[in-house]
């Protein structure tokens, strides 16, 4: 039902909108690029353990949910703290009055991600209803919304439809499975949750400053960096990080043990 929106999007708030809302649609492409093509993977394996396999189910769906979640959010912190320059060096100086639709598309994104995991959960377990009833309440709240939104604020108007009609799906969804997720996970979302509302506002604050291209993209980056190190630790298992490390120590000595193998092959060669 997008397409009929920004039809009447740029109907009445011109081409130029829907040129910046398009931007924004680009751009976002990159955060859920990923988490898109780990999804047909992700179905075929919860929907093998499922049941027979409980504790493997649990295990996998909690760790494609916090990676998902994870490496969306890391891009959509990076998106909207370096907007302003992204779309400078993309699409030239003139279209910055699309970062306010690109920050909230960023944010939809991640909200959409949240949403198909949690669908793909259902879909596992064959519980498909609640997937059709959160479908059709996102479907007919962002028509709705978006039809009486556009006229005042444009494509923001687009945008509030489709995070208000995104949540009530989210809510939805988490009703129908909560009873099924573990303490942990549950533990584990509510983490991901706060630190979520946490960079929405972080990122609204920086985006209020003034400041230097160059200095935006230093900031840009090291601040993603910070945030992720954090989200990861605040939601990673203590088994998980050991794990981890034998796997990058594994990969480090074989390394170094091929590398020390060419070394003294082509030296007997010689």
């Not at 040129?19 to 093998?48: C, D, K, M, W, Y």
């Not at 279209?95 to 879909?123: D, F, R």
């Amino acid at each position: 039902v997008s397409l009929p929106m920004m039809g009447q999007l740029g109907r009445l708030r011109g081409v130029e909108t829907l040129g910046q809302l398009r931007i924004a649609q680009s751009l976002n492409q990159i955060v859920g690029f990923l988490p898109g093509t780990i999804a047909p993977v992700a179905i075929s394996v919860l929907s093998e353990t499922h049941g027979t396999k409980s504790k493997d189910f649990q295990k996998l769906r909690s760790l494609h949910l916090r990676a998902s979640w994870l490496l969306a959010l890391t891009l959509v912190i990076f998106i909207c703290l370096a907007s302003g320059p992204l779309i400078d060096l993309l699409f030239g100086n003139s279209y910055q009055a699309a970062i306010p639709l690109v920050i909230g598309m960023a944010w939809v994104t991640l909200l959409t991600i949240v949403v198909e995991n949690l669908n793909l959960y259902s879909l596992s377990a064959g519980n498909t209803r609640a997937i059709a009833v959160g479908s059709i309440i996102q479907k007919i709240t962002f028509v709705t919304l978006t039809f009486s939104l556009i006229p005042q604020w444009g494509g923001m108007g687009f945008v509030f439809g489709l995070i208000i009609g995104g949540g009530l799906q989210l809510i939805v969804m988490l009703a129908t499975l909560w009873q099924s997720l573990e303490k942990l996970l549950k533990q584990q979302i509510g983490i991901l949750f706060v630190w979520t509302i946490t960079s929405i506002t972080l990122a609204y604050l920086v985006g209020q400053l003034t400041i230097p291209v160059m200095i935006n993209w230093l900031l840009a980056i090291l601040i993603t960096i910070l945030l992720s190190f954090l989200l990861i630790i605040s939601v990673i298992k203590t088994y998980e990080i050991n794990r981890i490390k034998k796997i990058i120590e594994a990969k480090l000595n074989s390394k170094i043990i091929s590398f020390l193998q060419s070394l003294i092959k082509s030296k007997y060669i010689k």
